[in-house]
């Protein structure tokens, strides 16, 4: 059966997405590959075996177009509102932290930030469904 | 820390959607949620806990425009021709299978297949880096 192992993304500078994706989600590079053109890199961290596979195109100069189908990438965090301040104080500007409801019981405790190029990241309480 | 629970794409037509996901990667619709305008369908099965998000505005009509900056979802599987051979028979329309060498060496076989808004899927062999 198949198994999701990854999510890709094109970036513009692997410096600033890297040091982003640690600060932000405390995701490491656990393998970096340099092809002609092109390099792969990869991110993870100990929570799960799911990556995030960054692609950076050396000829790319103008900012990537992210249309409006793809959405977001979700983590879930032991506290949302200690990982809010957190974000905040780092300098990453995280959106307000929002509340959703689904037939007036909690839905989903969350905010998002944006890495450089503009990706959408999620950040959602832990618990319910959200595991 | 920070765990990836999903990733969320936007479609149109739902009863395809969830048919695709469930004849190519095997995935089940895990929860319904209706919310005023739109629904969200999370997607999953037993390979990992990882899941993909659907969201189905309700008043969209036309294409969702996929930009050039989000590249895919990718899996593994256990036999990637097995599987390629078995999407074309289902009438899926994968994309040819390619071998992707690093120095000289096999570093990815894989095929790409895409859902209906046009979402790439990767399908890569399972071993080495891609478990």
């Given amino acids: 059966m198949a198994r999701m192992i990854h999510s890709m993304i094109r970036v513009r500078d692997e410096t600033a997405s890297v040091a982003f994706y640690a600060k932000a989600l405390g995701l490491r590079v656990a393998n970096r590959y340099p092809f002609d053109g092109f390099t792969l890199i990869y991110l993870r961290n100990d929570e799960q075996t799911f990556e995030l596979e960054l692609t950076v195109n050396a000829d790319r100069t103008e900012p990537y177009q992210l249309g409006d189908g793809y959405g977001h990438l979700a983590v879930s965090v032991e506290d949302v509102e200690a990982e809010h301040a957190r974000m905040v104080s780092e300098g990453l500007s995280p959106q307000p932290l929002k509340t959703m409801p689904l037939e007036g019981v909690e839905f989903a405790r969350f ?12 950040v959602l309480q832990r618990g319910g469904r959200f595991e």
Same sequence: chains 1, 2.
Wanted: charged share 35%; net charge negative; aromatic share 24%.
């Fill in 111 to 122: 905010f998002f930030v944006a890495d450089g190029d503009g990706y959408k990241i999620e």
